[in-house]
């Protein structure tokens, strides 16, 4: 009887072992995959109703959060980042974008956003912040001042698998 509880602990000990084995190597492995990061530079306008080919499929989310009819592709920036890991994109005008991911559940990603324009010498953060979307979804974030000679804006959208 007596051998038949150790053997039992020593059973339970081992497949505890193999569970935690498996719960470490999927961290680790999260932690080494990367993503898919992508970054777009918008230019809104009032003057004209044109839109970008490559904004079409979001067209219709830019038009309900930003008050403007025409939307222009300035920059476009693909890259990857591991996770925690920072994705620098140059965009427009002084205007720069860091996107961070932190997590991946599913078909959501987690990125931490950090919106900064040059000031000078020194850069002026305009946005930080934080959001879950879903794989491959793009969210808009902006409405920044492109320069004092219209009034055009920049709206960055931000992706993530």
């Known amino acids: 009887?007596?051998?038949?509880?150790?053997?039992?602990?020593?059973?339970?000990?081992?497949?505890?072992?193999?569970?935690?084995?498996?719960?470490a190597a999927a961290w680790a492995d999260?932690?080494?995959?990367?993503?898919?990061?992508?970054?777009?530079?918008?230019?809104?306008?009032?003057?004209?109703?044109?839109?970008?080919?490559?904004?079409?499929?979001i067209a219709k989310s830019l038009k309900q959060r930003f008050n403007y009819a025409g939307f222009k592709l300035e920059t476009k920036k693909n890259g990857k980042a591991a996770k925690g890991k920072t994705f620098n994109a140059i965009l427009t005008s002084g205007y720069k974008a860091k996107v961070t991911p932190l997590e991946r559940?599913?078909?959501?990603?987690?990125?931490?956003?950090?919106?900064?324009?040059?000031?000078?010498?020194?850069?002026?953060?305009?946005?930080?912040?934080t959001v879950t979307i879903n794989s491959g979804q793009f969210l808009p974030?902006?409405?920044?001042?492109?320069?004092?000679?219209?009034?055009?804006?920049l709206i960055v959208a931000v992706s993530g698998k």
């Open 30 to 57: 999260d932690k080494n995959k990367s993503y898919e990061v992508s970054v777009y530079a918008i230019r809104a306008t009032k003057s004209n109703s044109t839109i970008s080919p490559e904004l079409k499929p």
């Open 141 to 153: 974030v902006g409405g920044w001042k492109i320069d004092t000679k219209s009034s055009d804006v």
């Open 105 to 129: 559940k599913g078909d959501r990603v987690k990125l931490r956003i950090e919106i900064t324009k040059k000031a000078g010498k020194k850069e002026k953060k305009l946005t930080s912040t």
């Open 1 to 23: 009887m007596r051998n038949l509880r150790v053997m039992n602990a020593a059973l339970l000990c081992a497949a505890l072992m193999c569970a935690w084995s498996g719960v």
